[in-house]
């Protein structure tokens, strides 16, 4: 086998190395595609939590919030300290 039989040979496994491969990635995004919408058409509805008024998270005014995250920050380096 001459040497450019060789590479001849090599660009062509090259070629189907990457078709299949490109092929296998498709498949995999439709795939995954169409389980996102098949679960969301029989998942419910998210329940707001949000009562419209100028609270953060989970009903905390923002200074409460920022006292709880002040906290955990302070009680986490203190950790690392130790």
Same mark, same amino acid.
């Given at each position: 086998?001459?040497?450019?039989?060789? +590479?001849?040979?090599?660009?062509?496994? @090259? !070629?189907?190395?990457?078709?299949?491969?490109?092929?296998? +990635?498709?498949a995999l995004v439709l795939l @995954? !595609?169409?389980?996102?919408?098949?679960v969301a058409r029989f998942e419910p509805e998210p329940v707001s939590l949000d009562r419209g008024g100028p609270r953060g998270a989970?009903?905390?005014?923002?200074?409460?919030?920022?006292?709880i995250i002040s906290a955990a920050i302070h009680r986490h380096r203190s950790r690392q300290d130790a």
């Open positions: 086998m001459s040497s450019a039989e060789a +590479l001849i040979e090599g660009l062509a496994l @090259t !070629g189907i190395g990457m078709g299949v491969v490109f092929t296998f +990635l498709m @995954t !595609g169409l389980m996102s919408k098949i989970g009903g905390l005014g923002e200074g409460q919030l920022l006292a």
